[in-house]
């Protein structure tokens, strides 16, 4: 009879500890909302989950480095857009100014503008981001990338910014890449002559009514200002890449941010089902277990 008795409350035991376990664990997850509170719950989901957490996280990293990029080469965009503009101007002062029927004092006015729209420029050559670094200067982004005199006090080094798994986009770009020298034959042979250097003779030729001077930087000025172009289509392009990258990123962000929430949040409708369902068992069980406890042989008796 001992046996038989211990049999039962420890059969009874375990199942009331069931269900208590299985309301408890139902309960835990309408409160947190989630389907799997512990590795141990269900260790092939959780891991599933574990790489999905990373994976988001490393593509939340490639965005925040976009998001910079993207800020960077705009502002740097809206500087090489307002220059192409100026060499617009420059272009047309050297041309109107090579004609021979303009006097002295007309071209010493025209040097005046030159002068300005030099300065203009170069302001915008030491344009700097809404971080106090330089636009045009390389790596050496806490110095202006040319002196007044137009010499380039930057570098040529390039830091590669990581976008994507084996994608990167330079962040730093080189003021010579952008404001080019051009090439000038003298008489003692072919020399490099700085950006700025071009615009300083423009306006001195202009000063000094040299206007062998003023028709040579013409092709000069033409040949900066298509630097100043290539510079736009390389950032345009890098522009493209962002866009495009930042667009993937966020499609890989939702279609992982699903998966995550189809392992891990809580259906509160079925949830609410199977929480009752647990309650009504373990209210069942309890009450045949305090039935059945009262029982003896001698119910059975006479």
Do not use: C, W
Not at 65 to 86: G, I, Y
Not at 211 to 223: A, C, H, W
């Amino acid at each position: 009879m001992k046996i038989s008795t211990n049999l039962f409350f420890q059969r009874a035991s375990q199942q009331l500890v069931g269900n208590q376990d299985r309301l408890a664990e139902v309960q835990l997850q309408l409160g947190t909302g989630k389907k799997i509170n512990n590795a141990s719950d269900a260790p092939d989901k959780a891991s599933t989950l574990q790489r999905l957490r990373t994976l988001m996280a490393q593509q939340e990293s490639y965005k925040g480095n976009l998001e910079k990029l993207t800020e960077r080469l705009n502002n740097q965009d809206t500087a090489l857009r307002n220059v192409s503009s100026m060499m617009t101007r420059l272009k047309e002062l050297s041309v109107q100014y090579a004609n021979g029927t303009l006097s002295a004092d007309q071209r010493r006015i025209a040097a005046i503008e030159v002068r300005g729209i030099r300065d203009q420029i170069y302001s915008l050559a030491n344009t700097k981001d809404s971080n106090a670094l330089g636009l045009f200067g390389g790596s050496r982004v806490g110095v202006d990338a040319f002196s007044q005199s137009g010499v380039y006090a930057g570098d040529q080094t390039k830091t590669e910014v990581p976008i994507g798994d084996a994608r990167v986009i330079s962040n730093r770009r080189s003021g010579t890449d952008v404001f080019m020298p051009v090439t000038r034959t003298g008489p003692g042979g072919p020399t490099s002559v700085g950006f700025f250097k071009v615009i300083d003779d423009l306006a001195a030729g202009l000063d000094a009514n040299r206007i062998d001077d003023v028709k040579r930087s013409i092709e000069e000025i033409n040949t900066l200002h298509q630097g100043i172009s290539l510079a736009q289509a390389d950032v345009g392009a890098d522009l493209s890449a962002v866009e495009s990258q930042s667009n993937n990123i966020e499609d890989q962000l939702i279609r992982m941010k699903g998966l995550v929430s189809d392992l891990q949040d809580v259906d509160y409708a079925e949830a609410v089902t199977r929480m009752q369902k647990e309650m009504l068992g373990l209210q069942a069980a309890q009450s045949s277990f305090a039935q059945l406890s009262k029982l003896s042989l001698f119910n059975y008796i006479g």
